[in-house]
């Protein structure tokens, strides 16, 4: 058996390994573009070394990796590192791939460990846990809480499990917001640039890159992305973006007018509720808001947090293992 390690822009969209990618937005190669452009906004913080590995001249497992380069952290983006490979392969050939991409991942450890210390993060998986078994920090380890939403069950069950207060707010949204749906279909640059200064307001500066935006735009365009926006008395008054593949749908960024809700004004419920039911009218799976829970959240993310549970009746828990490697001598 051949095995040689390739670009990881080099997996053919139509391939085993390229579908597998493409069930979830994150390791796209939009959204991709998005991360560097949003990591790299002030300097070329991180550098993209993500690879994959042919196998007899098949990609079947892509590794999405990224080196901050004025430290000392392997990442995608700050996120964890995991690996995907195809589901079709015998066992020896699963082993034999993984050892090959463990040895990559080796020597770029050790590359860096040259000139100073190395640390990595990774979601635990059996392979990975056992290969870094000795390399673990388990002061820095810790579990992430994710609200996962079914979307293969009815959409009354959907409505059911939400959150009993929740509904009211929904139902008042549903009379009082006028909801318009930008995606492929309905690509209209100027609802999304309206909701770019209506986030700049909020925010009250700018927080990221016109260029950013720009690429999400391009996601919407191309079937990665949609947006969901809510008018109360014919002023924008909150906005959710999701972010999909071909199985999964993500919460990304969400923004709701802070004096309408200081008026009791409940403006995000009824626009968060309308991104679920669109994502399961386009057949995806799963609907996931994203992290709930987290030793390392600060006090905005725990509110958020907790606004984002009441939509969820899944919580999946993530196991995310530190590893830490000493400066070669």
Same mark, same amino acid.
């Given at each position: 058996?051949?095995?040689? =390690?390739?670009?990881?822009?080099?997996?053919?969209?139509?391939?085993?390994?390229?579908?597998?990618?493409?069930?979830?937005?994150?390791?796209?190669?939009?959204?991709?573009?998005?991360?560097?452009?949003?990591?790299?906004?002030?300097?070329?913080?991180? =550098?993209?070394? /993500?690879?994959?590995? !042919?196998?007899?001249?098949?990609?079947?497992?892509?590794?999405?990796?990224?080196?901050?380069?004025?430290?000392?952290?392997?990442?995608?983006? /700050?996120?964890?590192?995991?690996?995907?490979? $195809?589901?079709?392969?015998?066992?020896?050939?699963?082993?034999?791939?993984?050892?090959?991409?463990? %040895? $990559?991942?080796?020597?770029?450890?050790?590359? $860096?460990?040259?000139?100073?210390?190395?640390?990595?993060?990774?979601?635990?998986?059996?392979?990975?846990?056992?290969?870094?078994?000795?390399?673990?920090?388990?002061?820095?380890?810790?579990?992430?809480?994710?609200?996962?939403?079914?979307?293969? @069950?009815?959409?009354?069950?959907?409505?059911?499990?939400?959150?009993?207060?929740?509904?009211?707010?929904?139902?008042?949204?549903?009379?009082?917001?006028?909801?318009?749906?930008?995606?492929? %279909?309905?690509?209209?640059?100027?609802?999304?640039?309206?909701?770019?200064?209506? *986030?700049?307001?909020?925010?009250?500066?700018?927080?990221?890159? =016109?260029?950013?935006?720009?690429? %999400?735009?391009?996601?919407?365009?191309?079937?990665?992305?949609?947006?969901?926006?809510?008018?109360?008395?014919?002023?924008?008054?909150?906005?959710?973006?999701?972010?999909?593949?071909? &199985?999964?749908?993500?919460?990304?960024?969400?923004? !709701?007018?802070?004096?309408?809700?200081?008026? !009791?004004?409940?403006?995000?419920? *009824?626009?968060?509720?309308?991104?679920?039911? *669109?994502? &399961?009218?386009?057949?995806?799976?799963?609907?996931?808001?994203?992290?709930? /829970?987290?030793?390392?959240?600060?006090?905005?993310?725990?509110? @958020?947090?907790?606004?984002?549970?009441?939509?969820?009746?899944?919580?999946? /828990?993530?196991?995310?293992?530190?590893? &830490?490697?000493? %400066?070669?001598?």
């Amino acid at each position: 058996m051949k095995i040689e =390690k390739i670009e990881y822009s080099d997996i053919p969209v139509d391939s085993k390994l390229g579908k597998k990618i493409a069930e979830r937005y994150l390791y796209l190669k939009e959204n991709i573009e998005y991360e560097e452009a949003y990591c790299n906004r002030e300097t070329e913080w991180y =550098k993209n070394i /993500s690879f994959a590995l !042919n196998l007899n001249g098949e990609p079947v497992l892509a590794v999405p990796l990224t080196w901050l380069k004025d430290g000392t952290d392997f990442s995608f983006y /700050s996120r964890p590192i995991e690996y995907l490979i $195809v589901d079709n392969l015998k066992e020896e050939e699963r082993i034999e791939v993984i050892n090959y991409y463990l %040895q $990559v991942f080796d020597r770029f450890i050790d590359e $860096v460990r040259l000139a100073r210390p190395a640390r990595f993060t990774f979601y635990a998986d059996s392979v990975l846990n056992n290969h870094f078994f000795n390399n673990i920090d388990r002061e820095f380890s810790f579990y992430n809480l994710e609200g996962i939403i079914d979307l293969e @069950i009815d959409e009354s069950l959907i409505l059911r499990n939400i959150r009993k207060s929740y509904r009211s707010l929904i139902n008042w949204g549903k009379r009082e917001i006028r909801t318009v749906l930008v995606d492929d %279909q309905n690509p209209d640059e100027q609802i999304f640039n309206d909701v770019r200064e209506f *986030h700049i307001r909020v925010a009250g500066r700018e927080t990221r890159t =016109k260029e950013t935006w720009d690429k %999400q735009f391009e996601m919407i365009k191309n079937k990665q992305a949609y947006l969901v926006v809510g008018y109360f008395q014919e002023i924008i008054s909150s906005a959710a973006l999701i972010l999909y593949g071909s &199985k999964e749908a993500y919460y990304g960024v969400a923004i !709701n007018d802070r004096q309408m809700m200081g008026d !009791n004004k409940p403006l995000g419920h *009824h626009t968060v509720y309308y991104a679920i039911a *669109h994502a &399961k009218s386009l057949g995806l799976k799963r609907f996931n808001m994203g992290t709930i /829970s987290s030793p390392v959240m600060n006090e905005k993310e725990q509110q @958020i947090a907790t606004f984002k549970k009441g939509f969820v009746s899944n919580l999946e /828990s993530r196991l995310i293992i530190s590893c &830490k490697f000493a %400066q070669k001598e």
